[in-house]
């Protein structure tokens, strides 16, 4: 897989029927043998056309993947954001220390007080105030624990 | 829960993506050795049971040019939380909002990940979200990434960790 391209794309890399097709397929796909028969239609395309357009947002980097999202909690995972509160001083060290360990997935150092926000991620419950304790030790710094208490249901669109 | 092993074979064949192919359902069925009404059934059964959120694409907002993204967080009056979390939550620059526990120092309750063109245009839509709290919110704040330290290749959701 290509690293995520994070800058932007020149302005005429994608024509209308390109950004017609993101930004329908952003609402999902029908459960169905052709399942982009029916938009295909709409958009007054072949199929193949239209699998070849993706295809090519896909190359470019506008589109990362095509595909099923699945909820990882839902398939049993344990997740939590945690925040930690590093010295400048010591900033690199301890994101040496805490990215060290797989159950970290990804970490951002942030505008704050609290600068080193990371995601664990574990098969099981346990292991998260485990891993977390961990770190601490290792590092001589508190972790903070930020489970989700309740999660909205998202509306969010990209309009290309 | 408890998933079928069919039901993980076929997430673990698709959790990097569908082919593209006019019959995808019907080459990961290829892959599985089963018949592609199968693993329709059993799509649409996950879809239904939570696990799939949708069948779709996944645009990648950087390219499209919304290159600045601000972690905004509130303070919320907890009796009202739910119901105006589900508010900021549905706003279309919105691409994650949870409500999670308060820390010392940490009086905020309320989490949404704005996405804009410019830190100038994060600023105007956090004021947008400030006006739909109202009175309801306490005090906000909100922390820019400077960083990405680590990431991996965990693709089974949306980042919405």
Not at chain 1, 76 to 102: I, K
Not at chain 2, 107 to 133: C, K, S, W
Request: aromatic share 8%.
């Amino acid at each position: 897989m290509t690293p995520l391209r994070r800058t932007p794309l020149a302005p005429d890399a994608l024509d209308t029927t390109d950004r017609a097709i993101i930004n329908r397929m952003q609402d999902g796909l029908p459960l169905v043998s052709h399942p982009f028969a029916a938009l295909a239609k709409d958009l007054g395309l072949e199929e193949d056309a239209l699998i070849a357009r993706i295809q090519a947002m896909r190359e470019i980097g506008a589109i990362t993947r095509f595909g099923p999202f699945y909820d990882a909690e839902a398939m049993g995972g344990a997740f939590c954001l945690c925040a930690m509160a590093v010295p400048a001083t010591r900033f690199d060290a301890v994101m040496t220390l805490v990215n060290a360990h797989p159950e970290v997935a990804h970490n951002y150092e942030r505008t704050h007080r609290l600068n080193m926000w990371f995601v664990l991620a574990c098969e099981k419950a346990a292991q998260i105030k485990q891993t977390a304790d961990r770190i601490e030790r290792e590092t001589g710094l508190p972790v903070l624990l930020f489970p989700k208490e309740h999660e909205f249901f998202i509306g969010f669109r990209v309009t290309a | 829960m408890t998933i079928p092993d069919l039901d993980r074979r076929i997430i673990a064949a698709t959790t990097g993506g569908l082919p593209l192919t006019p019959a995808p359902f019907a080459e990961v069925a290829s892959w599985l050795g089963v018949p592609e009404g199968t693993v329709i059934d059993r799509m649409a059964a996950m879809q239904g049971a939570g696990v799939i959120r949708r069948v779709a694409i996944a645009p990648n907002h950087y390219a499209l040019g919304l290159t600045a993204n601000g972690m905004s967080v509130w303070d919320i009056d907890d009796a009202r939380a739910i119901d105006l979390g589900a508010q900021v939550g549905a706003l279309s620059f919105v691409s994650h909002c949870y409500l999670r526990p308060r820390a010392d120092g940490w009086p905020y309750n309320l989490f949404a990940m704005i996405h804009g063109h410019n830190r100038d245009e994060v600023e105007t839509l956090r004021a947008q979200i400030a006006t739909l709290l109202g009175p309801s919110c306490r005090a906000s704040d909100i922390l820019y990434s400077t960083r990405i330290l680590k990431k991996t290749g965990l693709r089974l959701t949306e980042g919405g960790l």
